[in-house]
């Protein structure tokens, strides 16, 4: 699948069975939540701008496999110019979110495009490991899939007992 659509990403986030939870409530449908949807909408919009005529060619390029339209964010440039071209798709990303979207598409993808440009070295005492890489990073490029990293609160009791060593220090005198 090349450069996805709004609707495409919509659709993903429908067919994919996930865990989500929000406030103590579990969310079964993110596309249509209160809580989640205009952020749904939010980055459905920014698909959509990789398929509009006087963006396309600042918002895509070509896949080095496939040939087809990819989103720019998973170009991993060797020129000047070429980093130039992804900067400005970014440019387009975060002017149509006000820059306050902090992880929009592009977020994680140029990680794993220079994670992907490095894999030799990811590979240099193990092999695999740099084919992982560049699988992992081919995989992510030809879906057009949205990465982020997850945030959660620490999973241990916060009372100070649970912070206290079984020896107490002594008191100044």
Known sequence: MPARTGRQYIEGLRAQEREVWLGGERVR????????????????????????????????????????????????????????????MMLNWARATCGMMGRSPDFMNVSYAAWGAAADFFGDKRTEFGRNMRNYVAYIREND??????????????????????????RSK
């Open 145 to 170: 899939l949205t990465l982020t990293h997850a945030l959660i609160n620490l999973q241990r009791s916060r009372t100070r007992r649970a912070c206290s060593t079984s020896r107490k220090a002594p």
């Open 29 to 88: 449908d993110v596309t249509s939540h209160p809580g989640l949807a205009g952020g749904v909408k939010s980055i459905a919009a920014l698909y959509d701008m990789q398929h509009d005529p006087a963006l396309r060619e600042a918002m895509t390029c070509a896949s080095p496999t496939s040939g087809e339209a990819i989103g720019r964010s998973f170009d991993a440039p060797t020129t000047r110019e070429g980093l130039e071209a992804r900067g400005r």
